[in-house]
């Protein structure tokens, strides 16, 4: 399993329900690597995306206590359970990956599932932010594996930088 975030300098993730900033080439990047996968979110993050539309090309995932809700396109789960069930029956033979694509509480309890994680590091500080994922930076289980050159996109300076875990 993967993650995949944008974080600021202090592993923060989004504010009031929303993202912290948007970077188009980072949405492309987001894109190509999840494309043809599965992905998984937490309900706060679904109600964050743009007319809380599933993302195409994708099998989308919505975790929720809610067992009444129902959003075209997603796939419920009440519980994370019934992911790897789900994922067993939805993905036999392992062809597709599958993605944590947010937000903080969701990524917190699937981090120890994971193995490998796309993090787009940007170079900013969002004191307001209330929403983080864990600093892979300061957990002795994970290590880079890859890091970007960095990036500019309207003044904001990002890199791309892939974890491995390299301990259970
Ligand atoms: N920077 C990034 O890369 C990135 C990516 C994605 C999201 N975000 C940001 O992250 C923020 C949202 O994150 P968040 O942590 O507040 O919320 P979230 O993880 O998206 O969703 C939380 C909700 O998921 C459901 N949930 C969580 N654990 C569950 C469990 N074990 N069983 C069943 N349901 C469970 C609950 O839904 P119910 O309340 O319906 O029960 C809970 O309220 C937003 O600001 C968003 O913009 C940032």
């Not at 974080?7 to 329900?17: E, F, K, L, Y």
């Not at 036999?92 to 994971?114: C, D, H, M, W, Y």
Request: charged letters at 30%; hydrophobic letters at 40%; glycine letters at 6%.
């Amino acid at each position: 399993m993967n993650l995949i975030f944008a974080v600021d300098g202090n592993w923060r993730i989004g504010s009031n329900g929303k993202m912290l900033v948007t970077i188009e080439e980072d949405l492309h990047r987001f894109r190509r690597i999840t494309e043809g996968h599965i992905i998984i979110m937490g309900r706060k993050t679904v109600e964050a995306l743009p007319e809380k539309k599933p993302l195409e090309n994708r099998v989308n995932i919505v975790v929720t206590r809610n067992k009444s809700y129902n959003q075209e396109g997603f796939i419920v789960l009440n519980s994370l359970e019934d992911l790897f069930p789900l994922l067993k029956e939805i993905n036999p033979n392992k062809e597709k990956e599958v993605f944590v694509t947010g937000g903080g509480t969701i990524a917190r309890q699937l981090l120890l599932f994971s193995n490998k994680a796309y993090i787009t590091k940007i170079f900013m500080d969002f004191p307001e932010a209330d929403t983080f994922i864990p600093n892979l930076d300061l957990d002795p289980d994970w290590k880079v594996v890859n890091e970007s050159e960095v990036f500019e996109e309207n003044g904001i300076y990002y890199r791309y930088v892939d974890y491995g875990r390299i301990r259970w």
